[in-house]
């Protein structure tokens, strides 16, 4: 079945800075990515998502892009924020109707003001 | 919308007894999913449904464990008889599914504590 790695489990930056986490996935059929992010307490939300047949996806401070050779993908947010501090997850899917995802370990993003 | 609701918010029981959560998902979606997440597995699937329909069920740990979905606004995952490794928070979430790559909503989940 589909295993999906994410690293760095924490990350710290100072408010301003950019922040890259990564995600590796093992199964060539995953064709859907989501980037959850969850706050404390709360449920994770969807916060960006990309399709194998994109390479690259923005949205305002946020950006993902995906190798599928590689079968890996990457999200970046820019000018970070207090309110940017949170849990991010990356997700694997192979897309079908039931759309089962595989989410990665997480990683803990701290935004030093 | 109020989004996917789950109940009870916190329950704290003993070990041996039954347990109850339950799930009312977006109305109109028709994929529900149950998952669990503790520090050490993080966020796992136990089971989804689509149209009502379990599909996959391989990540309910054990036999102990069971989901249920009725109607299409309704979800119920037991956990007969609890253990203290029961212990995590439980999500449900929803989505409209038959497309591809449709977000999943995910309620405020229940966080059960096993004695």
């Known amino acids: 079945g589909e295993n999906v790695e994410q690293h760095p489990s924490t990350l710290s930056v100072q408010e301003g800075d950019s922040a890259v986490i990564k995600c590796t996935y093992s199964?060539?059929?995953?064709?859907?990515f989501p980037w959850y992010k969850q706050e404390l307490g709360k449920g994770p939300q969807l916060i960006i998502d990309?399709?194998?047949?994109?390479g690259e996806k923005k949205d305002q401070r946020i950006a993902v892009t995906l190798n599928k050779t590689a079968k890996h993908f990457s999200l970046h947010i820019t000018e970070t924020q207090p309110e940017d501090s949170a849990v991010y997850f990356c997700?694997?899917?192979?897309?079908?109707?039931?759309?089962?995802?595989?989410f990665g370990p997480g990683t803990r993003l701290s935004v030093l003001p | 919308d109020a989004g996917v609701i789950q109940s009870p918010r916190h329950e704290v029981t003993e070990m041996g007894q039954e347990v109850t959560l339950r799930c009312k998902p977006i109305?109109?979606?028709?994929?529900l999913f149950w998952y669990r997440q503790t520090m050490m597995r993080g966020l796992e699937l136990l089971i989804y449904?689509?149209?009502?329909?379990?599909?996959?069920d391989s990540g309910m740990p054990e036999d102990r464990f069971s989901a249920k979905m009725p109607n299409a606004s309704f979800s119920t995952l037991k956990i007969q008889p609890s253990e203290p490794r029961d212990s995590a928070v439980y999500f449900c979430?929803?989505?409209?599914?038959?497309?591809?790559?449709?977000?999943?909503?995910f309620g405020p989940g229940t966080r059960l504590t096993v004695l």
């Open positions: 979430a929803s989505s409209l599914g038959g497309v591809w790559g449709n977000e999943q909503f």
């Open positions: 449904f689509n149209n009502n329909v379990p599909i996959d």
């Open positions: 990309i399709r194998s047949n994109v």
């Open positions: 199964d060539s059929a995953s064709n859907y």
């Open positions: 997700a694997a899917s192979m897309g079908n109707y039931g759309q089962n995802f595989v």
């Open positions: 109305s109109g979606h028709n994929s």
